[in-house]
């Protein structure tokens, strides 16, 4: 649907048609008005507003399109209003006429909604007569020439070694284990041994060991600090002048 008002068709006449039209230049930037201040912007509103210009009567061109209600004037009607309506379109649906198709419609079969709100024993049978029966279906016509040869000719195709030899399968023999060392009858008794020696001998445990003690006197220096702003705060609570 398009609307032109006298003074749009006038200006339409005016622009020249053809090919010389196509030599027209393209003006691709926003208008001017975007770059107006904001004054001018306002006393431009409040113009329009109190003394809004006079316009020529507009002359449709086209014949227009009932479409009923708008979506925003149907949302922004009260409750009642629509519960009403739905009443009455149920009681006294609207007579509409008869559809008129300007296309040959195509049969697509089932609708795939329709299929899912069926019940599981119709699917249930219909897989069985598929299954049974099947339905016949034409042949296919194929649009394209097949590829003769997929694999070209060059190619060698060699089975896996172990497919293509054939023989007796060969067992190794197991590892001799090692003779196992008699142990003594009494175990010897532990030996002392001194704490520093040990220390040097494994790295790891000095560094576990000096982790350790680091982590108490930490803890003593943090429990200290801890105390002393204790009992700073009783005392500043209790003898405030002593501070």
Do not use: C
Not at 77 to 99: A, C, H
């Amino acid at each position: 649907m398009t609307y032109r008002s006298n003074a749009a068709e006038a200006w339409y006449d005016e622009q020249p048609q053809g090919p010389a039209a196509r030599e027209l230049p393209l003006d691709l930037l926003p208008p001017p008005e975007l770059s107006w201040p904001l004054w001018r912007s306002l006393v431009g509103n409040l113009r329009d507003t109190l003394a809004p210009a006079k316009l020529p009567p507009l002359l449709l061109t086209s014949r227009p399109v009932d479409l009923g209600l708008p979506l925003g004037d149907r949302l922004a009607l009260p409750w009642f209003r629509t519960v009403f309506t739905n009443i009455g379109d149920v009681l006294s649906p609207e007579t509409l006429p008869p559809l008129e198709l300007e296309s040959r419609p195509v049969d697509v079969g089932e609708l795939i909604t329709d299929q899912l709100s069926h019940f599981w024993w119709a699917s249930l049978l219909r897989n069985l007569a598929d299954r049974v029966a099947p339905e016949s279906l034409p042949a296919l016509q194929l649009t394209a020439k097949p590829v003769p040869d997929i694999i070209a000719k060059s190619w060698i195709l060699l089975p896996m070694w172990s497919e293509a030899i054939e023989g007796p399968k060969i067992f190794y023999p197991d590892k001799p284990k090692p003779a196992e060392v008699p142990r003594p009858s009494a175990a010897p008794a532990p030996v002392a041994v001194e704490v520093s020696k040990v220390l040097a001998a494994d790295p790891t445990t000095a560094d576990l060991v000096r982790d350790i003690r680091r982590s108490k006197i930490r803890r003593r220096i943090w429990i200290g600090l801890a105390t002393a702003q204790v009992a700073y705060l009783v005392v500043a609570t209790f003898w405030p002048g002593l501070f």
